[in-house]
T-cell receptor
Framework: AQSVAQPEDQVNVAEGNPLTVKCTYSVSGNPYLFWYVQYPNRGLQFLLKYITGDNLVKGSYGFEAEFNKSQTSFHLKKPSALVSDSALYFCAVRALNRDDKIIFGKGTRLHILP | AAGVIQSPRHLIKEKRETATLKCYPIPRHDTVYWYQQGPGQDPQFLISFYEKMQSDKGSIPDRFSAQQFSDYHSELNMSSLELGDSALYFC?????????????FGSGTQLSVL
């Protein structure tokens, strides 16, 4: 069964500093990996995905994520954080074996401090 | 661009009542997913449909049922409501093209059971 772990409940970063939100996964076979962001009282919004190819994936709002197969990680990164990046971030995985569902991590609340 | 539409936006029910949540996917999206997100929790997969047939099932209680109609909209029927059913219920849709496609989420239905 697939699973996703986000080890940090909360991450605090000063505005302008680089940010990293960690994610590790467990899945049989090759994974589809995703990052979603959730703002208060809103649905989840897609940020980026890794299917295959380049391990560094670029997404919306200047975010990127690096797929590391040996470490089974898919950390979300941004070179320079903005206060508006403050939100709840979910890592998600979907197996490539035609299993339909996407499984989400517990979420990491990102606080960007002005 | 059209998004996933969920109705109602908010719903207040009492214990043991029934509730019906509706989801209208993005046009030409043939797959619908339902997720339940409790306060401060990650989205939990409930059930999914592809081409009007149930394609996967997660942690959906027996008191809940769902279906997808010929126009691809879906309804989640919840009976004998319990206090613990209070949550944000998300619907998401995607085109089923080889798997791995990102999900497009609606804004959710906030269900409060009193």
């Amino acid at each position: 069964a697939q699973s996703v772990a986000q080890p940090e409940d909360q991450v605090n970063v000063a505005e302008g500093n680089p940010l990293t939100v960690k994610c590790t996964y467990s899945v049989s076979g090759n994974p589809y990996l995703f990052w979603y962001v959730q703002y208060p009282n809103r649905g989840l919004q897609f940020l980026l995905k890794y299917i295959t190819g380049d391990n560094l994936v670029k997404g919306s709002y200047g975010f990127e994520a690096e797929f590391n197969k040996s470490q089974t990680s898919f950390h979300l990164k941004k070179p320079s954080a903005l206060v508006s990046d403050s939100a709840l971030y979910f890592c998600a995985v979907r197996a490539l074996n035609r299993d339909d569902k996407i499984i989400f991590g517990k979420g990491t609340r990102l606080h960007i401090l002005p | 661009a059209a998004g996933v539409i969920q109705s109602p936006r908010h719903l207040i029910k009492e214990k043991r009542e029934t509730a019906t949540l509706k989801c209208y996917p993005i046009p030409r999206h043939d797959t619908v997913y339902w997720y339940q997100q409790g306060p401060g929790q990650d989205p939990q997969f409930l059930i999914s449909f592809y081409e009007k047939m149930q394609s996967d099932k997660g942690s959906i209680p027996d008191r809940f049922s769902a279906q997808q109609f010929s126009d691809y909209h879906s309804e989640l029927n919840m009976s004998s409501l319990e206090l613990g059913d209070s949550a944000l219920y998300f619907c998401a849709s995607s085109p089923r093209t080889g798997g791995g496609e990102k999900l497009f989420f609606g804004s959710g239905t906030q269900l409060s059971v009193l």
